[in-house]
Each structure stands twice: as structure tokens, then as C-alpha cells.
């Protein structure tokens, strides 16, 4: 009898691994992240860039966000690192995440915690097995079934992962689908963790933060994630987010905006490719 496949990530996760890999086909160079590794454990077919979601022109600023963040947050990785002020890194919703793959010089002088639900997380080790990706022993993965109320950093703990030594820890694109309770409960738990440790967490902007025409395209997007059945249930204001993370116990907090990574990572490109606004970017440390 044969094993029963593990389920497949959420659209929303091969979206995102794709639209990493469109960036290094369709835009011009210098590339913000050289990233087609998530589109090979995505394996989508041989006609994956006729998909609607993937058209160059229309899905530009997404994918500008998207490598935009997760850019930035490799780059804070790899600062603490340097610093000495970050000996384990945490991805929590890894999803189809690469950077152990893709920066093993680096990753591999860490302890990198993949956090993800058991099938999908199943499914994509699968997926790198296949191409020859080993497991090697600086990089655990980590099943949480967030559904079934399980606590991740009890599974981190299980995992070897140690609340005592300094830790960057990443949240991208999950902070939407959480609950406002759920979100201050990740930043209070953070703030528990050792000194020198850093949080970087994605945030969706209020609407009314949102100028047009980007307002209604976000409005489109979030009915879309309704009627998929992945509402998106948590938006906050920049100040609203450093003041909860603050009062969560994190000594410091501060808000990078779309503008920030604009400026950092876009500024005359010759394809004026920039990121779309909507989301943000929390930073803060223990």
C-alpha cells in the first residue's frame, strides 16, 4: 500500500515562490533576490508563466513586495549574524522558503528552524529530496498544526532550538491570518527570548492607509483570499504595530515601510520596477 501524499502548501505560499522566480526571468538586472530554487520545489509545468497571476506587467508590484521583503529581512539576518548577535534563525510560516538552499555559506554556520504545518511541510521536503537538496544537520523543520492550537515555540524547544542564545526570528505574509490576540501572544513570546534577539514580521496596512489605485487592487486581493477561504482577519496601522510590540515586552520597535525598501532596494532601476504598497515591515529586538 502505498503512502498517502502529503498536502500540497496553499496557493498563496507557490504563488509567492513563483513570483520570486519571475523576478529573475522578467525583470531587469541587478536582480533584489536571485531566488528560482522555490520555483523548483514548486515544480508548476512547463507553461506556468501563462498562468493569470503570474503576468509580468500586472503582477509587477507584488513581486517587487515580495522579493522587496524577503530581501530585506535575509540582509537583517545576515547583519545580526555578522554582529555575533544571532546564532539561530527561526522562518516561522516557511513555507517554500530557500534561503538554507540558496546561502548555505551562511545558514550553515547557524541553526535554521523551518516552522510550517506538518503537511505542507511534508510535501516540501519531499520536493527537495527529489532534485538531491540533503537535510543537513544545522537545519530542522519544525511541524506545527497552528489549527490544532499547538504552541510553535514548544515545538522549536523540542527541536533543539534554545530561548537562551540570541535568535533572529522571521514572520512573512502570516500576521494577516492571525487574530489581533494570536499576534500580541507571538510578540509576547518573542519578547522572552534572549537578549540581542530580533524580530522582522510582515503587516497588511489598513485600506484606509492605502492610497488609489492601489487601494482597490488590495480590496480585490483580500475579497479573492476571502472567497478562497483564507480571509485575511488582521490589519494595523504602523504605529498601532510598534506600540503592541512594545507593550508585548520587545524593548525596541520600529516600522519599515514600502518607501524604506524603495529607497534601499529599487532606487534607479532601469525598469522602474517598485513595490506595491499595503504592506510593512515590523522590526524589534529583545
Do not use: C
Request: charged residues 25%; proline residues 6%; negative net charge.
Amino acid at each position: 500500500m502505498q503512502d498517502s501524499q502529503p498536502a500540497a502548501p496553499d496557493s498563496t505560499a507557490i504563488r509567492v515562490a513563483l513570483w520570486r522566480a519571475l523576478h529573475v526571468e522578467v525583470d531587469d538586472s541587478p536582480h533584489v533576490l536571485e531566488d528560482e530554487t522555490g520555483m523548483r520545489i514548486a515544480a508548476p509545468g512547463a507553461h506556468w508563466r501563462e498562468r493569470p497571476d503570474m503576468h509580468p506587467e500586472g503582477t509587477r508590484g507584488y513581486r517587487a513586495s515580495i522579493v522587496g521583503r524577503a530581501r530585506f529581512v535575509e540582509d537583517l539576518m545576515v547583519e545580526q549574524a555578522a554582529k555575533g548577535l544571532a546564532q539561530q534563525y527561526a522562518i516561522l510560516g516557511a513555507g517554500l522558503d530557500t534561503f538554507a538552499q540558496r546561502r548555505a555559506e551562511i545558514a550553515s554556520r547557524l541553526h535554521v528552524y523551518e516552522v510550517d504545518k506538518p503537511g505542507p511541510q511534508a510535501w516540501k521536503r519531499r520536493r527537495l529530496a527529489e532534485p538531491g537538496f540533503r537535510e543537513p544537520d544545522w537545519l530542522r523543520f519544525v511541524p506545527v498544526d497552528f489549527e490544532a492550537g499547538e504552541a510553535w515555540w514548544e515545538r522549536l524547544a523540542v527541536a533543539g532550538f534554545d530561548a537562551a542564545r540570541p535568535a533572529v526570528i522571521a514572520s512573512t505574509g502570516v500576521s494577516m491570518y492571525l487574530t489581533r490576540e494570536a499576534n500580541r501572544a507571538t510578540l509576547q513570546q518573542i519578547a522572552r527570548l534572549a537578549p540581542g534577539s530580533t524580530l522582522a514580521m510582515t503587516f497588511l496596512l489598513p485600506l484606509e492607509l492605502i492610497d488609489e489605485p492601489e487601494r482597490s487592487q488590495h480590496a480585490a486581493v483580500y475579497e479573492r483570499a476571502r472567497a478562497a477561504g483564507t480571509p485575511f482577519v488582521s490589519f494595523f496601522a504602523p504605529d498601532e504595530m510598534t506600540a503592541l510590540a512594545r507593550a508585548a515586552g520587545l524593548r525596541e520597535a520600529r516600522h519599515v515601510s514600502t518607501a524604506d525598501l524603495t529607497a534601499h532596494y529599487f532606487a534607479q532601476r532601469s525598469d522602474g520596477l517598485r513595490p506595491a504598497s499595503g504592506e510593512s515591515i515590523l522590526v524589534a529586538t529583545v
